[in-house]
C-alpha cells in the first residue's frame, strides 16, 4: 500500500508544468482546465472512473486505461488499487481524464479551480475521489490545493484542510435537478 501511495505521489510531481506565454490559453488537460468531449484517453492514461461496488454503490475510483472502444463508445480500466485489481467496462461518460500537466499559479491563474469550487479529488491516502471544496490554490507550480472534504463527523460537515495534488482533483459533474 505504502508502495502505491509513494507511486501516485511520484506521478503527481512528474507530470509536467504548463507555463504559457502572454496572452496564450492553457490547453486541455492543464490543471483546472477539462478536456473536450470528443477527447477519448488513451492507453496507460489514469483516470477517475466511476464504478458500481458489488453493494451498487456508485464510486470515483483512480483508474488506468487499458482499452478504448471506438465502435461501442466503452473504456475498459483497471482499478489502480492492487489489492482491488478489478476491470471495468465503463461509458464514455463514467470516465473523466486527469490532468496531465499541472498549472502554474504566476503565469495561469485561469487554469486553477478559485477557492470556494465544489471538486472530486481523492482524499489522501486512499485510491478514491470524494466532493469537497478548494480551500486554498497552490501559490507556486509545486504546491498542492488544500482541500475541505465533505465530512459528516465533523460539526461543520467538512474534515480540516488537507493537501492535494493538481493532478487529483477534477470538476463536479452536478446532477440537474430542476424540482425545488
Known amino acids: 500500500r505504502g508502495a502505491l501511495m509513494k507511486m501516485l505521489a511520484n506521478s ?5 508544468l504548463w507555463v504559457g506565454k502572454d496572452g496564450e490559453s492553457p490547453p486541455a488537460l492543464a490543471g483546472a ?6 477527447y477519448v484517453a488513451t492507453c496507460g492514461d489514469m483516470v477517475a472512473a466511476l464504478v458500481k461496488s458489488p453493494d451498487g454503490d456508485e464510486n470515483w475510483i483512480l483508474a488506468e486505461v487499458v482499452a478504448y472502444n471506438h465502435s461501442t463508445g466503452k ?9 482491488q485489481k478489478d476491470r471495468h467496462t465503463l461509458s464514455k461518460r463514467k470516465v473523466i481524464p486527469l490532468p496531465t500537466m499541472r498549472a502554474c499559479p504566476e503565469t495561469n491563474p485561469e487554469a486553477l479551480y478559485e477557492p470556494g469550487t ?3 479529488a ?14 486554498e490554490q497552490p501559490s ?3 504546491e498542492d490545493y488544500q482541500i475541505l472534504f465533505e ?16 493532478r487529483y482533483i477534477i470538476q463536479v459533474s452536478e ?6
Not at 481523492?122 to 480551500?135: H, N, R, S
Request: proline share 10%.
Open 75 to 83: 473504456y475498459e480500466v483497471d482499478d489502480i488499487d492492487e489489492e
Open 140 to 142: 507556486s507550480g509545486a
Open 151 to 166: 465530512d459528516p463527523s465533523y460539526a461543520d460537515g467538512y474534515s480540516p484542510p488537507l493537501n492535494v495534488a493538481q
Open 175 to 180: 446532477k440537474k435537478n430542476n424540482r425545488k
Open 12 to 16: 503527481a510531481e512528474t507530470i509536467p
Open 122 to 135: 481523492i482524499y489522501p491516502q486512499t485510491t478514491c475521489f470524494y466532493k469537497g471544496v478548494i480551500k
Open 33 to 38: 482546465i477539462p478536456s473536450d468531449g470528443s
Open 118 to 120: 465544489t471538486v472530486m
